[in-house]
């Protein structure tokens, strides 16, 4: 009998859809309009978006999977077979 994992969501995501990607993609396109513009509330405006949209797919996200009981069942189907 298999033990069974801690269900991830991660464990399911493509490589450039992992916790590290999100972050670096965020961070790199923060200090690039720092770069670029110099200007300290055009840079806080991309910003609040980006956050947001970090704060969702690391945060919200996993948990709103792992609630759903979708991970379970995909999980119970593989160790079927």
Do not use: A, H
């Not at 399911?12 to 965020?26: A, E, F, R």
Request: proline share 7%.
């Amino acid at each position: 009998m298999q033990e069974k994992k801690p269900i991830s969501p991660w464990n399911y995501k493509p490589w450039w859809c992992q916790p590290w990607s999100i972050v670096l993609t965020g961070i790199t396109l923060i200090s690039s309009s720092w770069l670029v513009f110099k200007t300290i509330w055009l840079t806080v405006i991309i910003s609040i978006p980006i956050l947001v949209w970090m704060g969702f797919f690391l945060l919200i996200w996993p948990q709103l999977i792992i609630r759903s009981g979708i991970l379970d069942s995909y999980q119970n189907q593989n160790l079927d077979n």
